[in-house]
């Protein structure tokens, strides 16, 4: 098992809210996945996101490159939707594995703070540096009253393992949604979330890219956790035992990265 690291840093620019708000889980947007090689993916929604509301999409692939260290990669490298709204990519980090291309994992958390709705049957689109075969998203909504966004992350790989234990330090005590996203080479369709935390509903089969074997296969799985600490509790699911890429972000809130991300201020 590699050593996790830590990277605390602003994912825009963070500014202090004038007020606090809670967080809420709505449910799950999309499970799903995919075995054919391309370089984007378009898979649709299974419940409409409503203007106002916050989507967060953890994002399983194949890793592409060549290279043999572990990094933030970026191996995805935008997303869209046919709504038109703004995406943001928290976090990206590369399990790499050897030089051999698709003999890895990597693994993205993806968010938007949704300006339009998106209906149920519209597609998100998910691009790649490179054409990318075995990939799987997992995609659920929050609500929360200001919608804006800064936090710190945290990253591990596991090479044969299981994902190990995971946090991360934001240094604020306040109110925050902290998400874990993993991709594994796996086809284990089952997932236990860490007693903290509550797993991304509908996930499993629906976000398990299955080609039969495990090692080329490739599984998303997140799990989500609202608690108000500066220090997350720890997140150790279980999942498989297969090459793994683990990301995680504590998501908070202030006017000013509202405004960074939609072009709206507080109200």
Not at 15 to 36: E, F, K, M, R, Y
Not at 102 to 123: K, P, R
């Amino acid at each position: 098992m590699r050593s996790s690291r830590l990277a605390l840093a602003l994912a825009l620019v963070l500014a202090a809210s004038p007020s606090s708000a809670a967080w809420v889980a709505v449910g799950t947007i999309l499970n799903a996945n995919n075995g054919s090689a391309a370089a984007s993916w378009a898979p649709v929604t299974s419940a409409t996101l409503e203007a106002g509301n916050v989507a967060v999409c953890v994002l399983a692939k194949d890793e592409t490159g060549t290279g043999t260290t572990d990094s933030a990669c970026g191996q995805s490298t935008t997303t869209t939707d046919a709504a038109g709204n703004t995406w943001i990519r928290f976090i990206e980090w590369c399990n790499m594995q050897t030089s051999t291309a698709e003999n890895g994992a990597t693994v993205s958390i993806w968010l938007t703070a949704a300006t339009t709705q998106l209906t149920s049957g519209a597609a998100i689109t998910f691009n790649f540096s490179a054409s990318t075969t075995r990939k799987a998203a997992t995609c659920m909504e929050f609500t929360a009253t200001h919608s804006s966004y800064a936090g710190a992350f945290n990253v591990l790989s596991n090479d044969a393992a299981d994902p190990g234990s995971l946090t991360t330090t934001t240094l604020q005590v306040r109110e925050h949604l902290f998400i874990r996203g993993i991709g594994c080479e796996s086809n284990v369709t089952t997932y236990t979330a860490d007693t903290d935390y509550i797993a991304f509903t509908g996930q499993g089969a629906a976000s398990t890219s299955d080609s039969g074997t495990a090692a080329t296969s490739m599984g998303a799985r997140g799990e989500y956790r609202i608690a108000t600490e500066a220090v997350s509790a720890a997140s150790d699911p279980t999942y498989a035992t297969a090459d793994c890429a683990s990301a995680m972000t504590s998501l908070n809130e202030g006017c000013a990265t509202r405004r960074a991300l939609t072009g709206v201020g507080c109200r």
